[in-house]
């Protein structure tokens, strides 16, 4: 009855605690934390965030936010103080609610809730935020900070501790009934204290460790917050509708206090502070960087007022038109990189596109919560197999030994009964394998080093092991294919007599801002040897109509691998590159630092030019120009430089330049070759930028600097057009964003992994076709490529959809950014295993819904590197494939620790049962298997996930996300080794009850002796024998795991340095448990001599002998190759 007592005290503890502190965690995730979450906003009477401002006329606009009609002067006056603050209290602040947070003292105590969602205990976490709507229209965000799921192992240790804590409670009080305190008496207190103190150590540490697991990932959404721009420049009304009315700009106005209606002003460099419909523009064009929306790099045009509602509703209907499209909208979180404009708020905070993906970042989020990985699946279901089969053999044991509770040997049947169940708890801690959570936690862990050393940080554990069986890789263009780097790979010149000129494409080299490289057939010296050539004309226009700038970075490695960063557009970059390579010195062969080479050429062009004046680029005549006057000469050269598309750029020329200097007029002949060429580079998915000149008579006289009337000529933008007429062609330069290198070798490493690569991007058909045969996702057999664009493919039937996504590489262009999402939910239906990359904002939805999420780390935004379960430093695509070979050599070691844990646990449980089952005193103590469980099987298995991978490993399909960890197959092989172990732990204890003369009978039935029995009272010696016996053999049987088919002669333990020292470590504690006087005294064991440890080797060393058969009998020819 007191061991009953005390259990149900312990059990009532726990209960009492957990229930407390944390009021049942279930409630507390479901119902009643929607009603703990902070409101975004309240019910929108007046406002309405679903009309679609993008499309409507701008006046129209205007009379919805305003309510009134044909307010025609609000973008001079903006909103007074008092109505922005009626519109704020209505509509609530332009910010995104962070996720509440769980306290850590609750996170740990979660660690124990058997209801939380995730399957792998401490090894899967994720941060996600939940979204609730009410019947009210509000709505409200919680944090879901995710819990480890106490899965059928952590339950079974939980049932035992409380178990080995009622038993040593029990006895504590009996021995303080019976006896004095003395130490002897403390020191048997302290002892009985150790076997739950030990297990309990456990569950604590599994605890911790889910705790700071779960704190290192639940940062995604607060990410989102940190991209609201703080400050805005907005325009504010002072005075009242019937008085005469003044404004003023605010421009330090808090953000979060925008409101729609609101009228801001932007310039380069602004975030833009809500989403917002572009009223007006300052300058003639205004420019912004959206990547952290679309993922694409090039900066888009924006359009003021209603010039470009005509292209949205020439794309469908409002709700359909991607963002790539809303030329009219401003969207929050965006950067404003050139021009400058006003603007009218239209939503603000969770309405915005930013607030979007969030709300679709929560619901990929509670999917992923909710989904569990390939080996999660498999341990919920070995651990659920694995209690039900601990609790049957506990209970036929315990039931099993009902006729023995009342023998001689106990005071009364309750203390058989008790002693009994004492085995039945250490039946229970034999079969548990206690160190396989940590033991896969820390194999994951060391697996994420290596991945790190290969430029991969992983974020999530267990998408290490996922990536053993992805089957698709779902890949950006931009970036991780090519190298978002745009370079020039081709200049055009015109080269002839007068009479026979030929259009001559010369290849550039380099596939980055690095200026190293060469102009084949262009020498060096030319721009000196011909000044006035076409090459010395081209490099003037690529150096002084131009804005970007081009950075070497110094303390980088020199030559082709240092490093260039670049400010402006990238395209004007991929110009100075080209000029560097076209000037008089070759680049590389020089000993100037690399912030030298980046403007070495360009530097002396800029000091014999003056830029005086710039006639700014605009989407009609789409050409930039810029007039300049030469500086280091007494001549009053004045030249108007110019490039653009060379298409409308050759129907403003009159005449072209040779690579001589020779000027001819351009014939309709001409004319036919060059547009010829232009076509050709077109068709090569190349982008063109034409070079042309306007010099000497043929410039206006009021362009010359010295007129000094060529500003009052410029202020009117819509003559540009009739000034940059007349002009010579010079030349073109062909670009692109081009392959990085290894990314085709890596393609094609998937294709013999059985790995299928589709690639996501937001550009055209053409050039998405030219990068994917480039990189070998298509090759020059296939006829008809799979590429659609993202709305052609999802306007097919959905059959037709999955059967096109079930084989073979595909392209999907002109993407959406919900379509990465879709697909992956898409691949995940037809049981793929899909890794998607993804560098923007818009791509955490579909980061978090993949099974392995991969974000950029040099591109990638905050939001997209803590959605993803890893980032790669590089933003290179081999370096994922790099990870997929790291993460299937990662699971095949971990089945070989997991088959060796088993195993042993195999022989742990057999022993402990035939024991009982034949009536022998106590094997061993439930502390002994724990010890043999955490400090002997440990190590090994650990040590185990640092086999050498198989050569062959990337030559194998992908596993399939079902496959067993523990097969019929496996398990009958380790369960024929299993079993000796138990024999054999089994067979030397006996041995020492047989040499000193007791019979095998006398043995089994010790409980019933009435006479002589001091030898069954102190169980040590024969216990000290059996768990040696026990260390070794399992430690013999690690050494034979470097490989499950090879024999040891052939992959012996030489070829894993540290198994030897994962073997040696628990075989030296061994030693010191039983020789140290102190530790003998807490595990109750005694010194073995000499003979005793021959004896220990006789019933060893046959494992190995038994290993080698059973690789032998088992042994596959070969596992499954690709034929491809």
């Known amino acids: ?188 207190v302290l002892q009985s204290l150790v076997e739950p103190g030990i297990i309990i150590a456990i569950l604590l540490l599994n605890a911790t460790v889910g705790v700071w697991q779960d704190l290192s990932a639940r940062s995604s959404l607060e990410s989102l917050e940190k991209m609201q721009p703080r400050l805005a420049s907005v325009l504010r009304r002072r005075g009242d509708n019937n008085s005469s009315t003044s404004s003023e700009w605010i421009t330090d ?43 694409e790099s090039v900066s888009v045009g924006k359009l003021p007022g209603d010039e470009g509602l005509v292209d949205v509703k020439n794309n469908g209907e409002a709700k359909s038109i991607p963002i790539q499209l809303q030329s009219t909208m401003l969207f929050s979180g965006s950067l404003a990189t050139r021009g400058s404009g006003v603007a009218l708020v239209v939503r603000t905070g969770a309405d915005t596109q930013m607030g ?94 290596r991945m790190a050393e290969k430029n991969v940080i992983v974020r999530k554990l267990p998408s290490v092991e996922t990536l053993g069986c992805t089957s ?72 002084l109509c131009n804005d970007a700038r081009l950075i070497g970075v110094d303390g980088t490695e020199d030559g082709a691998t240092a490093q260039y960063v670049i400010e402006g557009e990238p395209t004007e970059a991929s110009l100075l590159s080209l000029l560097e390579k076209l000037g008089p010195e070759p680049v590389g062969e020089t000993s100037l630092k690399p912030s030298q080479l980046a403007s070495e050429y360009r530097g002396q062009i800029l000091n014999s030019w003056h830029r005086y004046a710039t006639l ?166 296939d006829v008809k490529c799979p590429a659609f664009e993202g709305r052609e493919f999802f306007a097919l039937p959905e059959s037709q959809q999955l059967e096109v996504l079930k084989t073979g590489n595909l392209v999907i262009c002109r993407a959406e950014p919900a379509d990465k999402q879709r697909l992956v939910k898409m691949l995940q239906s037809l049981n793929e295993i899909p890794a998607m990359t993804g560098d923007g904002v818009n791509d955490a939805p579909a980061l978090q819904q993949a099974d392995i999420g991969v974000a950029m780390g040099i591109s990638g935004t905050d939001v997209a590197k803590e959605a993803a379960d890893m980032v790669l430093v590089d933003d290179n695509f081999s370096t994922i494939v790099d990870a997929v070979e790291e993460g299937r050599c990662i699971y095949a070691n971990m089945q070989a620790f997991i088959n060796f844990l088993i195993t042993c646990n195999i022989g742990e449980v057999i022993g402990v049962f035939i024991a009982t089952v034949l009536g022998f005193p106590a094997l061993l103590t439930p502390l002994h298997l724990l010890w043999v469980n955490l400090a002997t099987d440990g190590p090994p298995a650990t040590a185990l996930g640092f086999n050498p991978p198989d050569p062959g490993l990337m030559s194998r399909k992908p596993r399939s996300s079902s496959e067993e960890i523990m097969t019929s197959e496996n398990l009958l092989r380790y369960s024929i080794a299993g079993l000796y172990i138990g024999i054999a732990t089994v067979g030397v204890y ?99 001599d000499g003979s005793d440890w021959l004896k220990v080797l006789a019933w060893s060393l046959p494992i190995v002998l038994i290993d080698e058969a059973l690789k032998y009998a088992f042994k596959k020819d070969g596992r499954e190759l690709l034929s491809i």
Request: with cysteine.
């Open 1 to 188: 009855m007191k061991f009953i007592t005390c259990s149900l005290l312990v059990i009532f503890i726990s209960e009492e605690v957990i229930s407390f502190i944390v009021p049942s965690a279930t409630r507390y995730y479901g119902a009643d934390l929607w009603r703990r979450s902070g409101s975004l906003s309240v019910t929108k009477s007046s406002y309405s965030a679903d009309i679609p401002y993008e499309i409507l006329p701008m006046q129209t606009v205007i009379d919805k936010l305003t309510h009134t009609t044909n307010n025609s002067d609000h973008l001079k006056n903006g909103l007074s103080d008092e109505e922005a603050t009626q519109l704020l209290a209505q509509v609530g602040p332009n910010a995104l609610q962070p996720p509440k947070k769980t306290s850590i003292w609750e996170l740990w105590l979660q660690q124990f809730d058997g209801e939380c969602p995730n399957s792998m205990n401490n090894v899967s976490h994720l941060c996600c935020l939940s979204l609730n709507k009410t019947n009210n229209d509000i709505l409200q965000y919680h944090a879901i900070t995710p819990c480890i799921s106490a899965d059928g192992l952590v339950k079974i240790l939980v049932a035992v501790a409380i178990l080995s804590a009622g038993f040593s409670i029990s006895e504590i009080w009996d021995i303080l009934e019976e006896n004095a305190v003395t130490e002897e008496v403390q020191s048997t």
């Open 253 to 295: 106005y808090d953000a979060s206090k925008l409101v729609p209606g609101d009228v801001i002003k932007l310039r380069v460099g602004d975030y833009i502070p809500a989403d917002s419909r572009l009223g007006s523009l300052t300058s003639s064009t205004m420019y912004v960087d959206e990547s952290s929306l679309t993922g």
């Open 356 to 449: 979007t993906i969030q709300r679709t970042l929560a619901e990929a989020q509670i999917e992923g919560e909710e989904r569990k990985t390939p080996l999660g699946l498999q341990l919920d279901e070995f651990g659920t197999q694995l209690s039900y089969v601990i609790g049957g053999i506990c209970l036929a044991v315990w039931l099993a030994s009902i006729p023995r509770f009342e023998d001689a040997a106990f005071s009364s049947w309750i203390e058989g009964a008790i002693y009994y169940a004492k085995v039945g708890v250490a039946l229970g801690v034999a079969a548990i394998p206690e160190g396989l959570p940590a033991v896969i936690t820390l194999c994951l862990s060391l697996g994420t080093r």
């Open 472 to 543: 698709v890789i779902c890949t950006d263009k931009t970036g991780t294919l090519t190298t978002n780097q745009m370079t020039a790979v081709s200049f055009v010149t015109l080269e002839g007599d007068g009479e026979a000129v030929n259009v001559v494409e010369h290849d550039v080299t380099g596939s980055s801002y690095n200026p190293v490289g060469h102009v084949t057939g262009i020498g060096h010296d030319e721009t000196l040897r011909l000044p006035n050539g076409a090459v010395s004309e081209a490099c003037r226009i690529m150096a």
């Open 616 to 781: 700014e680029f605009d989407r009609k005549r789409k050409s930039m120009s810029v007039l300049c006057s030469r500086m280091d000469s007494d001549s009053e050269e004045i030249k108007l430089l110019c490039k653009g598309a060379p298409s409308m750029l050759l129907k403003r020329c009159t005449h072209v330049k040779l690579r001589d200097g020779s000027v001819i007029p351009l014939t309709l002949d001409l004319r036919d070759k060059i547009d010829s060429a232009i076509s050709s580079i077109g068709n090569r998915a190349l982008r063109c930028i034409g070079l042309a000149v306007k010099e000497g008579e043929s410039l206006e006289p009021q362009l010359r600097k010295e007129e000094g009337s060529y500003t009052e000529v410029l202020k009117d933008s819509s003559k540009y057009e009739s000034i940059e007429t007349g002009l010579t062609f010079a030349g073109i330069v062909a670009i692109r964003d081009p392959p990085r290198d290894g990314v085709a070798e890596s393609i094609d490493e998937c294709k013999q992994a059985g790995i299928r690569v589709i690639m996501i991007t937001g550009d055209a058909k053409q050039t998405a076709e030219a990068i994917a045969r480039d990189v070998h996702i298509f090759t020059d057999q």
């Open 990 to 1088: 006996a041995s020492y009850f047989l040499d000193r003369g007791i019979s095998f009978q006398e043995l089994q039935s010790w409980s019933t002796c009435t006479e002589s029995c001091s030898i069954y009272a102190d169980l040590a010696a024969p216990q000290t024998l059996a768990l040696s016996t026990l260390v070794t053999v399992e430690l013999l049987k690690a050494l034979c795991s470097v490989s499950i088919d090879s024999s040891i002669l052939t992959v012996g333990p030489q070829k894993n340095p540290w198994l030897l020292l994962g073997v040696t470590v628990p075989f030296a504690l061994n030693l010191a448990i039983i020789y140290t006087p102190q530790l003998q005294h807490s595990f109750g064991l005694v010194p073995l």
